[in-house]
């Protein structure tokens, strides 16, 4: 603790968890490292399976390894320190580490954003213009798009930061919650919130609205090319290839949004905690899922490389 004029400032924080139960700790441990081995296991496995296979070298799928790749940093930002202080008496966080896990936190949640868009775009030319596909999305482009995700997500992350850990926290230093985020850490503020609330909200509804925009114009497009098709059975061939990141796109969306749109005097630790929850470490267990168990080139690929490893052993 420091002392600033009236207030005692805070310089480390102590996070509460999910419970104070030594054996649901332990239970929720084991719960979390599970989750945690499948999300590496899925993911990493996924990346290998379309770097393994020449038939997925295309586009789309360069897009699904990126993703992936973006999950498995992404979920190793929150479970191992969720998992550590499962099993720890000393749940204490300095100053300096809160403020790195916020901005890789930020980082990649900005991020995926910008991704799940390039993927919303790649499935738009993909659909409306199959002959062309190849041509208007060279390899150079779907590079340029992933890197480019990943500078717009830092650079926002560091404005994001930078706002939030401008504020001085005093009083109490535990945080109700399992990592350090906003809305926990704006009710510790001796400062007036009312500017940083401003230009939170400025930056997530900026983020959010041009990648929204950018999906939902895609979509909009893909839509009206789908209607064009004739036969019922083509429509649901290329309504198919775009399902998984309709779904992706809605499972991440729609638990950003729920935290986030809300005023900070609304939320609760509980409902914040299990909003969190979701899109911090369900999000990145599913997204191989979503993209292998509702792909037929994922399963004819895992099927090949698990026969040319049967024939080795």
């Not at 480390?12 to 649901?24: C, E, I, K």
């Not at 790649?122 to 779907?142: G, Q, S």
């Not at 992933?146 to 992350?157: H, Q």
């Not at 792909?295 to 080795?312: C, E, H, S, T």
């Amino acid at each position: 603790m420091e002392m600033d004029g009236n207030h005692t400032l805070v310089t480390n924080f102590v996070l509460v968890g999910f419970t104070a139960d030594p054996s649901l700790r332990m239970v929720l441990f084991v719960l979390f490292l599970a989750s945690y081995t499948l999300t590496l296991t899925g993911n990493i496995g996924l990346m290998a399976l379309i770097y393994l296979d020449s038939r997925l070298h295309t586009p789309m799928y360069f897009f699904v390894g990126s993703l992936s790749f973006l999950d498995v940093w992404y979920s190793s930002v929150y479970t191992p320190r969720i998992m550590s202080d499962c099993v720890s008496k000393n749940n204490v966080m300095s100053l300096s580490g809160c403020a790195a896990q916020f901005f890789f936190s930020a980082g990649f949640a900005y991020s995926e954003c910008f991704l799940l868009a390039a993927m919303a775009y790649d499935r738009y030319v993909a659909i409306c213009n199959p002959l062309l596909y190849a041509t208007a999305m060279p390899k150079k482009l779907c590079i340029l798009l992933v890197v480019g995700s990943y500078v717009a997500g830092f650079a926002n992350a560091i404005v994001h930061t930078g706002n939030t850990f401008r504020l001085h926290f005093c009083g109490n230093n535990v945080i109700n919650h399992f990592f350090c985020d906003a809305p926990p850490l704006v009710k510790m503020a001796c400062d007036d919130t009312w500017v940083y609330e401003l230009i939170l909200a400025s930056v997530i509804g900026c983020n959010v609205m041009a990648t929204t925009v950018l999906i939902l114009g895609s979509y909009t497009g893909i839509v009206a090319a789908i209607m064009r098709i004739r036969s019922t059975a083509g429509r649901r061939k290329a309504f198919s290839t775009c399902s998984s990141h309709l779904i992706s796109v809605s499972l991440f969306y729609g638990s950003i949004l729920l935290m986030y749109s809300r005023p900070s005097s609304t939320h609760t630790p509980d409902w914040d905690k299990a909003n969190a929850l979701f899109y911090t470490v369900v999000n990145p267990l599913v997204n191989p899922m979503i993209y292998s168990l509702r792909n037929k080139d994922v399963k004819a690929a895992f099927q090949k490389v698990l026969g040319r490893f049967i024939r080795l052993k």
